[in-house]
């Protein structure tokens, strides 16, 4: 969201510009597979497979600018002010079950013979925020000049915006069921939610004249949170067995935040009486 205001008179020159963006982005999502109340899911001479996946995405740019130019011959006044935020998140379940059932896999090569009850969850949020906001302030007498840059950025994975965590759910389970496989049973959940952010917030006020003063502010605020309930079980069952390739139940969790955050703040005041620049 660009916003430029270019002000030049022979005598007072007065300049505003507000740029502002907003960005606001919301997945939920209820995945299962399931196999329930089957007496026999047999698979001959090949694999029987209970699996979900869940791979939602954000991608999210929220940039704003404002460029204020202002020349006057008797006094001038610069104001710029850019502000930026994103809101993103990302909630749901991911789950694979098996209840009251019967699986048989046979077989003696490759996949055949074998038993996979997996989830895995990728939830991604990628999110870019920039604010940027440039007063420049010319004239022979007073001569303020004032820029405010602010940039907000909040990445929730398995959380609420403003309550507590909602985890996402990856869970691979079995429940009053009996498993039976020549190659071997696995089962396995995966969660590997990332959140990359890159958040920056820059001002720039610039005064030349006989009195000048010179006003920034530049800052941001950012918080990332990933929240998952990761579970692999056999439960209650009436038998599980593998004549080769064993048994195998896992749980893993890899999930990453990435954050850069930088605030820039530069003032300059150029007088030939009096100068004041604060940032």
């Known amino acids: 969201a660009p916003a430029i205001a270019v ?3 022979a005598d007072k020159a007065t300049g505003v510009s507000v740029g502002l963006s907003i960005s606001r982005n919301d997945i939920r999502t209820a995945m299962e597979a399931y196999i329930k109340n089957v007496p026999l899911a047999k698979a001959t001479n090949g694999k029987v497979t209970v699996s979900a996946t869940e791979s939602a ?3 999210a740019t929220s940039t704003a600018s404002a460029i204020t130019v202002a020349v006057g011959l008797s006094s001038s006044l610069a104001f710029s002010g850019g502000g930026a935020t ?3 998140s990302i909630r749901g ?3 694979a079950n098996v209840t009251s059932s019967s699986l048989v896999a046979t077989g003696a090569s490759g996949e055949a013979g074998k038993i996979a009850i997996t989830t895995m969850d990728t939830a991604q949020i990628d999110a870019t925020v920039k604010a940027l906001a ?3 302030a010319v004239s022979p007498d007073t001569t303020p000049a004032v820029a405010i840059g602010f ?3 909040r990445n929730f994975i398995g959380w609420t915006e403003y309550g507590g965590s909602d985890p996402l759910q990856v869970k691979a389970t079995t429940s009053s069921t009996q498993l039976t496989a020549d190659r071997g049973i696995t089962v396995s959940a995966t969660g590997n939610a990332t959140i990359t ?3 920056q917030a820059t001002a720039v006020a610039v005064a030349v004249g006989k009195t000048g003063l010179a006003l920034i502010a530049g800052g941001l605020w950012t918080d ?3 929240a998952m309930t990761i579970e692999a079980g056999l439960g209650s069952s009436t038998g599980i067995s593998t004549a080769a390739g064993g048994i195998s139940v896992t749980a893993g969790d890899t999930s990453t935040i990435t954050a850069d955050a930088q605030a820039i703040a530069v003032s300059a005041s150029l007088a030939g009486d009096t100068a004041l620049a604060l940032a």
């Open 93 to 95: 379940t991911a789950n």
């Open 224 to 226: 990332n949170k990933i």
């Open 151 to 153: 940039s907000l950025a």
């Open 7 to 9: 002000a030049a008179s």
């Open 134 to 136: 440039v007063a420049v």
């Open 197 to 199: 952010a890159v958040v």
């Open 57 to 59: 995405s954000i991608d």
């Open 86 to 88: 994103a809101v993103n």
